[in-house]
T-cell receptor, first 111, second 113 residues
């Protein structure tokens, strides 16, 4: 069963624009992670935010976490065509070892 | 390159058959995770091993089994294959047993005919 749900399912923007993806989850977590997947390839870890953190930055990525709303957002600024990929949020289950991935947001950045 | 290797890259087999997928984790990583990704089910966690022992179990069918060997490589065995088992199978590794940053392999694409 999936823990996280991304929104929107698909997003299409022009190069240079910002892209925002959201993730909602159901139960308490220790941390939330975002991953990127290029078509048919393995997932690549982007950023991890712990439950006691509210915001984290990595290059053009900004992640926020609101544990009261059980939601997170991933912002990619100044997008590039190379950012075209599927983006997944993943949450651990509190006191559990496994991670659950959402269905992903398919981002298309048009040059 | 994540440092996680998976073999084979592609596998085509028939219903009812048995296959073995292999994964070598990053050097130093003790945890290995297996995931199944299909179009209709998304990315599903199957099972985790940590230092040779099963640590967590997800949506793994009874027809599927896995193990982690003393050299830390892992194998996922799929038996009595059905058409619906066609999917991408990913292995990931991490340093600890906790659900922390995972490094994914390139995957094995299984096609059951």
């Amino acid at each position: 069963s999936q823990q996280g749900e991304e929104d929107p399912q698909a997003l299409s923007i022009q190069e240079g624009e910002n892209a925002t993806m959201n993730c909602s989850y159901k139960t308490s977590i220790n941390n939330l992670q975002w991953y990127r997947q290029n078509s048919g390839r393995g997932l690549v870890h982007l950023i991890l935010i712990r439950s006691n953190e509210r915001e984290k930055h990595s290059g053009r990525l900004r992640v926020t976490l609101d544990t009261s709303k059980k939601s997170s957002s991933l912002l990619i600024t100044a997008s590039r065509a190379a950012d075209t990929a599927s983006y997944f949020c993943a949450t651990d289950l509190y006191n559990n070892n496994d991670m659950r991935f959402g269905a992903g947001t398919r981002l298309t950045v048009k040059p | 390159d994540s440092g996680v290797t998976q073999t084979p890259k592609h596998l085509i087999t028939a219903t009812g058959q048995r296959v073995t997928l292999r994964c070598s984790p990053r050097s130093g990583d003790l945890s290995v995770y297996w995931y199944q990704q299909s179009l209709d089910q998304g990315l599903q966690f199957l099972i985790q091993y940590y230092n040779g022992e099963e640590r967590a179990k997800g949506n793994i069918l009874e027809r599927f089994s896995a193990q982690q060997f003393p050299d830390l490589h892992s194998e996922l065995n799929l038996s009595s294959l059905e058409l619906g088992d066609s999917a991408l199978y990913f292995c990931a590794s991490s340093t600890t047993s906790r659900a922390d940053t995972q490094y994914f392999g390139p995957g094995t694409r299984l096609t059951v005919l």
